[in-house]
């Protein structure tokens, strides 16, 4: 058997008359937007068995057998899954190319895994007597359990049910625990890797079930709980609702980016289907085109606080990156989208879509109520802060606005910003690259260390905790992993860390402070993170000084006068050994 292209598979799918397909097997008569008959898996007269077009799928309300249109012909008729593409496509009537014979898909064991573990989650959350507290959690929040039911929702419960359970299905252990379902202990015996969560079936581009995400009912770490990587699962490389919301996307040539899991179903239950989430970590660029498949139109609707606008922006640019049209809502305090949602409907998240603004814009927003346009060293740090977003619109379109309205706002020159945009972002090491040795902290001479010697202090707890937030912000961190260790270390959101960053992190708290004094570790790094505050500075009056005229070179000297004294008088050491231009005038 060969194996179907991908794309070919969604061309067959798109193409599909779900209606006409199911309703040769089953008398279905409309009922709003659905189409309702008796159900051909279980029987019976009653029309309990709904074919829904708008999703693509069909599900029924009392034997729960779901799916698309391949899984009806799987189920129906026996048929395995490349047989089912063929079939529906030779209905539509389109060919199938053939790839020259490669066999059957050595992975289909592990997609049957995950399968049958889901159709088991399901039922214990229909069934369990000890799924009731999740059942309640659903409802505290307002869900219906018969409305969550056909989006495939289970429920992982404590104990030895589950291996016990596939087990008696046929599930070899060495199958579940390559599909990332059990865990091994020290002792070598299998333990479930999911135990007491609410479950979400997390699908591939071929609405395949392939790993799960769960959230933790009642007390215990961490609150939510991914399937680990494995050869069908890769959480930077899927989007959560992708598989659904993809047709949405590109009727409504948007795409909504939103944090959660949560905040996708309650969505996706109003009626606003073009909703994804990445998986618990910050967008990846694989997920970012991802999206651009489908839309060239991104809205970012986080929460509002500091973290959510850390991470929208951070996700504002690697989709910036694919050539995307990038707009930010933003929801009132304290608010997510899946309370205002709840609070006030459809309408009331549309409203606040509609005044979604450009992320550069929105950038610029928050810049200004800080107040970092009144003075010239606050411009800098503006700045500072548009470049990352600026170098990442990859549109040139994009990046010859993004670079007007700054030079604009922050009053510089724009040939002189323009330079600076194509400058090698500052140094910064990107995520990826070797971090600096976890070797014994030297004497803060290299930035690397300055920001080293601060993430161990931060790891100290309080009072360090709140100085080292207080002194300085994560832009500030040019080594890409121990930035994101500082937001995430700031935001109690460590176990969302990329594997990179997550190394760094572990090195740094098996290092500790040791007996090193954190008093004089902390003055002095932060006297070397002022200090290259300061020479940034310098190097941006140095740019500038061959394009004005003689009075604004006067004026620029005597500038730089000032920043080199006030820089040798915070840190005497700081590169002035190593500056080439010696001090400023000569």
Known sequence: MSLIPDDVIEQVREAADLVGIIGEHVELKRSGSDYRGPCPFHGGAHRNFAVIPKKGMFYCFVCHEAGDVFTFFMKRLGMDYPTAVREVARRVGITIPERGPAGPDPHEPLYNAVATAADWFARQLRESPEADVARQYLGSRGLELETVLPLGLGYAPTGKAFPDAMK???????????AGLVVKREDATLAPRFRGRLLFPIHDPRARIVGFGGRILGAGEPKYLNSPDTVIFHKGRLLYNLHAAKHAMRKAERAILVEGYFDVLRLSLAGIEEVVAPLGTGLTSDQAQLVQRHAAHVILLYDSDEAGLRATFRAADELLRERLRVSVATLPPGEDPDTLVQRRGAAGLEAILKDAVDVFERKLQILDRKGLFGTLAGRRRALDRLLPTIRAAADPITRELYTSRAAEVAGVRKDVLEREVVTAGGGRREAGETPPPASPLPSPALPASAEKALLLLLLE?????????????????????????????????????????????????????????????????????????????LEQLDRRLPFESPDGQASLIAEKRRVFDELRKRYPRYKIAMRRRGAPGT
Do not use: K
């Open 168 to 178: 008696s299905l046929g599930l070899r252990d060495e199958v579940l625990l390559e």
């Open 461 to 537: 707890g309080e009072p360090w905790r709140s100085r080292v937030r207080d002194a300085i912000d994560a832009e500030e961190f040019e080594f890409v992993p121990y930035r994101e260790v500082f937001e995430a270390i700031a935001d109690d959101a460590v176990l969302s860390l990329s594997e990179t960053s997550a190394r760094a992190y572990e090195q740094l708290r098996d290092e500790g402070l040791g007996d090193r004094d954190p008093n004089s570790l902390y003055e002095r790094a932060v006297n070397w993170i002022e200090a290259r505050r300061l020479e940034r500075q």
